[in-house]
């Protein structure tokens, strides 16, 4: 057993939400959006959060760049593939950290080598090398993976770890990417990694396994058992196909079984519960009413069988509390008579500081909500806070006004009055074969700019039938696709304001290829 097996009872955990999770998403996430999870990602304790792949686009430069500049508590990372260009754009989006770590991946299986890269094992050996050596020249810290680990022969596998170590990575990732190995294959090969390659000790050797069989997370706990001191995973599992291995239940077993384990992470578990909502809402994701830890059924029990035992001991059915993972226990009905500080207290009780929030403008809409629906719930103080936090960005479209008409007569009219920019302010009207097809077509009047809305759906947020509506929508503008989120009490404002949310983000993706284009015309 190696050093680095034996005493080191710490488990860094790598998020690549940012990276894995959001290339597998159905709509790019703009600047904000990126930085508001990274910031959730940062207070959940993480120790290196891969956050894009610069080389891509220059959306995903922008925000790599953004977030290595406001990211304090994590080591930030960007993904290369194993050439200098890549390496250099990676270098150049993240040096604006104090510091930072660089990514570099090829593929090391047969099929992959052969049929992808169409090389010999000898030359992908050789780049590997290459650019672990470039990549030292920006950061001491480097990692290196070996694409399709879980398919590569063992004697190539050892012979490209031992090659990487020896060029300078400091960690050294083997994923399984197509999520086909067993929890004791995937154990054996990092064992027999451990025990075959004579410089193992001398780099973090770490995980990324997929979910095609539903075993990412088992084939993770499996190679920490046998010395891998790194899981890379993402917030819900998100991620390529049927996703990543699931970063709250990593934690959550770590946490649970730790007697049993003996590891243990940096994770502050009473962040689990809020920043899976939070990327569930942003990503568009929602999270199965079953998933592990995080679903809206993990700790509820319908059985009477069940519901007596929880009454007589909780422990008789719950292996963990609700609570450990930052869902609260009581629930206060809040009303206008509500007070400033009412609000603070409820806030601190449901994790945030007061360095979180504006009190002013969280009190203020608050109140708004409360004259709307009486009661205000802890679900509704979230969704109002994250509204916030959404409008917190110079937003070029805002919807001033909206008037909708509809009944049993043949058609629904929309009138709306539209802000578009400092200048620009119309007010434009539309018929349509519902109210939001009315209000959807006035709105389209009023921009410039041809979209089609490939996806809709109203869901209720919080509890009961007062809840607050939640529109999300997809639309597609030049074959790409942006998400759209509104909240509000009435469903046909959420989904005008759903609809201004992704209109908005298609403007900034304008504004950002306006810049690179005269970037470029400036420099040739
Ligand atoms: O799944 C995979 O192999 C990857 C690598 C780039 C680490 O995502
Ligand atoms: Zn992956």
Request: charged share 20%; proline share 2%; glycine share 8%.
């Amino acid at each position: 057993m190696s050093t680095a097996q034996a005493g080191n009872d710490q488990v860094i955990i790598f998020d690549t939400t940012l990276r894995d999770g959001e290339q597998a998403l159905n709509a790019s996430l703009s600047v904000h959006e990126k930085l508001q999870i990274a910031q959730a990602i940062e207070r959940l304790g993480v120790d290196v959060m891969e956050v894009g792949f610069p080389v891509s686009s220059p959306g995903d430069f922008e925000s790599v760049q953004q977030i290595a500049r406001t990211i304090k508590n994590a080591r930030v990372c960007g993904l290369a593939r194993a050439m200098e260009a890549d390496i250099d754009a990676c270098a150049n989006a993240l040096k604006v950290a104090d510091q930072f770590r660089i990514h570099t991946f090829i593929s090391t299986s047969d099929v992959h080598v052969q049929q992808k890269l169409r090389k010999d094992f000898s030359d992908v050996e050789a780049m590997a090398i290459h650019a672990v050596k470039y990549a030292r020249k920006f950061t001491d810290d480097v990692e290196f993976s070996c694409e399709d680990a879980g398919r590569t022969p063992i004697d190539n596998l050892c012979r490209m770890v031992e090659g990487a170590i020896k060029a300078g990575a400091t960690t050294v990732n083997i994923p399984d990417t197509v999520g086909y190995t067993l929890p004791f294959e995937f154990q054996g090969i990092i064992s027999n990694l451990f025990n075959r390659v004579p410089n193992i000790d001398q780099a973090i050797i770490s995980v990324h396994c997929h979910n095609d069989l539903g075993l990412a997370v088992a084939n993770s706990m499996a190679a920490v058992q046998a010395g891998a001191r790194q899981i890379e995973c993402t917030v819900n599992g998100i991620g390529e196909r049927a996703g990543n291995c699931s970063l709250e239940e990593v934690a959550m077993i770590m946490k649970t079984r730790e007697s049993l384990l003996r590891v243990k992470t940096n994770i502050n578990h009473q962040e689990i519960a809020r920043t899976s909502k939070l990327v569930s809402t942003i990503c568009n994701m929602p999270v199965q009413l079953n998933k592990a830890i995080v679903g809206g059924n993990a700790f509820s029990h319908s059985s009477g069988i069940h519901q007596d035992g929880m009454l007589k001991a909780s422990n008789t059915y719950e292996i963990m509390t609700p609570e450990s993972v930052g869902i609260a226990k009581t629930k206060l009905n809040l009303t206008s008579r509500s007070g400033r500080h009412v609000i603070k207290h409820r806030m601190e009780s449901l994790g945030y500081q007061e360095s979180d929030y504006n009190i002013e403008q969280l009190y203020a809409d608050f109140l708004e909500l409360a004259d709307k629906k009486g009661q205000v719930f802890d679900d509704d103080l979230e969704a109002l806070l994250f509204n916030i936090q959404q409008q917190d960005q110079q937003d070029h479209y805002q919807l001033a006004k909206l008037n909708v008409q509809c009944g049993d007569g043949e058609f629904a009219t929309a009138s709306i009055k539209l802000v578009a920019g400092e200048e620009s302010n119309t007010i434009h009207s539309a018929t349509g074969n519902g109210p939001v097809d009315a209000l959807y077509q006035a709105i389209k009047q009023a921009v410039d700019v041809e979209f089609e809305v490939s996806d809709y759906k109203i869901s209720n947020k919080g509890s009961g039938e007062d809840g607050l509506g939640q529109a999300d929508l997809v639309i597609t503008w030049q074959g790409r696709n942006f998400h759209g989120y509104g909240l509000a009490t009435d469903v046909i404002e959420a989904s005008g304001q759903a609809l201004i949310h992704a209109l908005n983000s298609i403007h900034r993706a304008i504004t950002i290829a306006d810049i690179k284009s005269a970037r470029q015309e400036q420099q040739g």
